[in-house]
Every structure is written in structure tokens, then in C-alpha cells.
């Protein structure tokens, strides 16, 4: 069965500082990774999705990474801005059913002006 | 393009009522999922439709239903509700294939009083 985890649940930092999340899941069977940002009481935005082939996705200033062998994503956020606070989480589709994901429980981050 | 679209953005219904969420696709996007978001369990996935066919149901009471028009919109329904079915629901679609992201709405914020 498959589970997603997000660690640290919440994280606050100055402005300015690079920081990076981190999602961990249990079978390394999966097509992609999707990262997604969540405003309070809003949807989710898609940042980036990195297919099980892929090292690695940039846009802009955020870079994922993902390492299937050890269950392993990274959201890396350059230069982090206030505008940047919100909450992030990672998802991965079930082999089986594609359209279905699993949500990690997501990290709540903070950047402080 | 215009993204997903749910309506409407808030709706206050009585325990026993029954109601309904609208969701209109991204223009192209065949498939549509939906998913309940709860501070306490996070996101759950509830069912998916691709060409006006439920594929995939989540674990969720019959209570929970819904459909897909010809044109690709769908609606959810939820009858007899209960407090705790008080949740955002999310309305996300895709364009197709196992490698394509899913893109969501703002959300149906559901309150069972």
C-alpha cells in the first residue's frame, strides 16, 4: 500500500533563505511525482511534475528532484520570498489507477519579511 | 485557458439535506476526480470519470455519487449529509495519459450544520 510523508509538517524562515521539502513514499512504483501548493482556503496549483524517468524538474526558482530507488522527493525553493507561504505537498499516482492519487499530509511553510 | 471551475464556493446545508457540486473542466480535458479534503484525514480521493464513465470509486459511503456530462462538466452529489461530511471539496482534471498532471479547482466548501 502505498503512503506519502512530508516532513517537517510546518517550517518558518527569513526571507531570502533556500530551503527544502522533503516527500517520502513506500513503493518505489510509481509513474510521477506531482508537487502542489496550497493557499489557506483555496485549490491546489501543480508546481511541477517529475516523471519516474527524470532526475529532476526546475521552474523558475523551484527545483525537484526525485530518487525512486529510495522513496525520495525534494522541493528546493531558491531565494524563498513572503509570497512563497503557503502549503506544499507531494502526490503520487497509483499504478493501477493513474488518476488517483495519494497525498502526502504536507508541509505548511512560513517566510518571514 | 481558463482552468477548473467549481461552483459554487461555499454552501451551508442541514444535517439530512442532500446537495450538489459543479465542476467544469479545463477546455480538452476528458477525465475529471474529485477529492475530499478534511483537517484530519487531508485529501481523499472519491471517484473519477473519463468520457461520462466512473472508473475508479474511493472509499466513501453511497451516499457519495456523481456523473460526467457529454461535454466533460461534472457534478457530485451527496445525499442525507452528515456533520461530518462538513469538508473542501476538489474538483481536478487531466488531459489524459498516465503522465500528465492533474489540475484542480478552488474548491466547494461544504458546511454540515
Known amino acids: 500500500k502505498q503512503e506519502v510523508t512530508q516532513i517537517p509538517a510546518a517550517l518558518s524562515v527569513p526571507e531570502g533563505e533556500n530551503l527544502v521539502l522533503n516527500c517520502s513514499f513506500t513503493d518505489s512504483a510509481i509513474y510521477n511525482l506531482q508537487w502542489f501548493r496550497q493557499d489557506p482556503g483555496k485549490g491546489l496549483t501543480s508546481l511541477l511534475l517529475i516523471q519516474s524517468s527524470q532526475r529532476e524538474q526546475t521552474s523558475g526558482r523551484l527545483n525537484a528532484s526525485l530518487d525512486k530507488s529510495s522513496g525520495r522527493s525534494t522541493l528546493y525553493i531558491a531565494a524563498s520570498q513572503p509570497g512563497d507561504s503557503a502549503t506544499y505537498l507531494c502526490a503520487v499516482p497509483l499504478m493501477d489507477s493513474s488518476y488517483k492519487l495519494i497525498f502526502g499530509s504536507g508541509t505548511r511553510l512560513l517566510v518571514r519579511p | 485557458k481558463a482552468g477548473v471551475t467549481q461552483t459554487p464556493r461555499y454552501l451551508i446545508k442541514t444535517r439530512g439535506q442532500q446537495v450538489t457540486l459543479s465542476c467544469s473542466p479545463i477546455?480538452?480535458?476528458?477525465?475529471v476526480s474529485w477529492y475530499q479534503q478534511t483537517p484530519g484525514q487531508g485529501l481523499q480521493f472519491l471517484f473519477e470519470?473519463?468520457?461520462?464513465?466512473?472508473?475508479n470509486k474511493g472509499n466513501f459511503p453511497g451516499r457519495f455519487s456523481g456523473r460526467q456530462f457529454s461535454n466533460s462538466r461534472s457534478e457530485m452529489n451527496v445525499s442525507t449529509l452528515e456533520l461530518g461530511d462538513s469538508a473542501l471539496y476538489l474538483c481536478?482534471?487531466?488531459?489524459?495519459?498516465?503522465?500528465?498532471?492533474?489540475?484542480f479547482g478552488n474548491g466547494t466548501r461544504l458546511t454540515v450544520t
Open positions: 481536478a482534471s487531466r488531459q489524459g495519459g498516465d503522465n500528465s498532471p492533474l489540475h
Open positions: 470519470y473519463f468520457s461520462e464513465t466512473q472508473r
Open positions: 477546455s480538452g480535458h476528458r477525465s
